[in-house]
């Protein structure tokens, strides 16, 4: 008899060769506390495990048996829950209630087989993969210069220079001086008559006031004034507008 063994609801009950089922309740003793016994199912039977086929209790979600499973069912296979009315434990009569609960579990099925091939394709394919080369630029820079001595190769920067050099036949001319021819200029003075017709201006001045302008010629009114003022006339003063 175990004291003080405390089992929880869902615990699993092992058997020496393997899982035998699932705790679905736990009955123990009124007063006492004592463990009684443990409603398991087993497959599709809800049997009951007496506190004294069980071996041990690790933790409160293991129940391990010291029988096969085999053994063990059948030893419980006429205590099966719900076949007796009532048991009678010393002078208290207790009747328990069951009840059926639903438990989900997952079990691996097989769906069938997988048959991989391994193909070996040949396809075309084109990779572009950057490639360097030296490639040359020459240029040809005509010179047609005399040397006095031979020129060699020369490094220039990024350029290496190759004179090309040949021997020419040279056919020289020379000045002469043959004469000279002497030029001056001297100044003559002539006398040169030229006649043309010109024109020029003049200008006549015809006054007509009454005092005249000093250069001008007397206008007609003023000649008739001066013959009459000729005549004898008396002294009367006379204004600036010759008007008496």
């Known amino acids: 008899m175990f004291f003080g063994m405390r089992v929880e609801p869902g615990a699993s009950v092992e058997a020496t ?41 690790p933790n409160p979600h293991e129940v391990r048996l010291g029988l096969t499973t085999e053994a063990a069912y059948g030893r ?21 209630i069951y009840e059926e609960r639903l438990q989900a579990a997952v079990e691996d099925v097989g769906l069938g087989e997988v048959r991989v091939h391994k193909l070996v394709d040949e396809v075309e394919e084109t990779v572009e993969q950057p490639v360097t ?13 005399p040397l006095n001595v031979p020129s060699v190769a020369r490094q220039e920067g990024d350029w290496y220079v190759v004179p090309v050099m040949e021997e020419v036949l040279v056919v020289q001319k020379r000045l002469m001086l043959v004469e000279e021819v002497r030029i001056r200029t001297r100044r003559v003075t002539e006398i040169a008559q030229v006649r043309d017709t010109v024109r020029r201006e003049r200008v006549t001045i015809e006054d007509d006031t009454v005092r005249g302008v000093v250069g001008s010629d007397p206008g007609p009114s003023r000649r008739r004034r001066r013959a009459a003022s000729d005549e004898p006339t008396m002294n009367r003063p006379i204004g600036l507008d010759g008007t008496e």
């Open 76 to 96: 419980v296979a006429g205590h099966v829950a719900g076949t007796e009315d009532s048991l009678d434990e010393g002078s208290q009569l207790r009747i328990p």
């Open 133 to 145: 080369r030296d490639d040359l630029d020459i240029e040809r820079i005509p010179m047609n210069r």
């Open 17 to 57: 060769d393997g899982r035998f089922g699932t705790v679905e309740e736990v009955v123990v003793q009124p007063g006492t506390g004592n463990l009684s016994y443990l409603a398991v199912r087993y497959r599709e039977d809800l049997v009951r495990i007496p506190a004294g086929m069980i071996d041990e209790v």
